[in-house]
């Protein structure tokens, strides 16, 4: 026994303990900051190239019709330090709350820190487009304004050790010139994990 009265066995117990605590309280704030800071999912950077429309056709008589394909491409910029595998999915484009067009999206991978790319189309069904009761009007202003909405399902893997599953969520705002055929987008996304 030492001059404590306590056994060097019961001491080293003490301070394994002690290092014990100190190292798991240092783990714990090293990975909340690391949550909170560098691995906190941050929205994904959803943009809408439209490349053109493509076999147009606009007649007002006899009868108003339109048909066209409006041909893009999509870009999906991921800013988060896990990549992003998504399912095949479909975006809806709408006028002025009515389904117009279905684009399909065929499954991809975005690297962390990267970016994908991809072409894809939408055949707009002119029968709906041509009896929605705004479209004279909108035709009247030389533009057609729609609203492209996507839900990509999928999952985010960090650190090739950790899969969560994740939703990305898509908005765009797309304007059609009529008269050059010109097509402007914008578009807002969001992550959910």
């Known amino acids: 026994m030492d ?3 306590k056994s060097p066995r019961r001491r080293g117990l003490k301070i394994c303990c002690g290092v014990s605590a100190i190292v798991l309280v240092a783990l714990i704030i090293v990975v909340t900051t690391l949550s909170l ?7 994904p950077e959803i943009t809408a190239h439209p490349i053109g429309l493509q ?3 606009f007649t007002l008589f006899p009868t ?8 893009m491409v999509i870009t999906i910029g991921n800013r988060n330090y896990g990549s992003f595998k998504f399912e095949n999915s479909t975006a809806y484009m709408e006028f002025h709350g009515e389904t117009v067009a ?5 499954a991809g991978l975005v690297p962390a820190r990267g970016k994908l790319n991809f072409t894809t189309s939408a055949e707009v069904m002119g029968d709906k487009l041509v009896e929605n009761s705004f479209f004279l009007g909108d035709v009247g202003t030389g533009w057609l304004n729609f ?3 996507a839900t990509l399902n999928g999952k985010v893997r960090l650190l090739k050790i950790f899969k969560l599953h994740a939703t990305a969520f898509s908005s765009c705002d797309i304007s059609v010139w009529i008269a050059t055929q010109n097509v402007e987008s914008k578009c807002t996304s969001e992550l959910k994990l």
């Open 64 to 71: 108003v019709s339109v048909n066209a394909t409006l041909d």
């Open 55 to 57: 076999n147009v056709n």
């Open 147 to 149: 609203t492209s909405t």
């Open 3 to 5: 001059n404590s009265g």
């Open 102 to 106: 279905e684009i399909p999206i065929e």
């Open 37 to 43: 800071t560098i691995f906190k999912p941050k929205r």
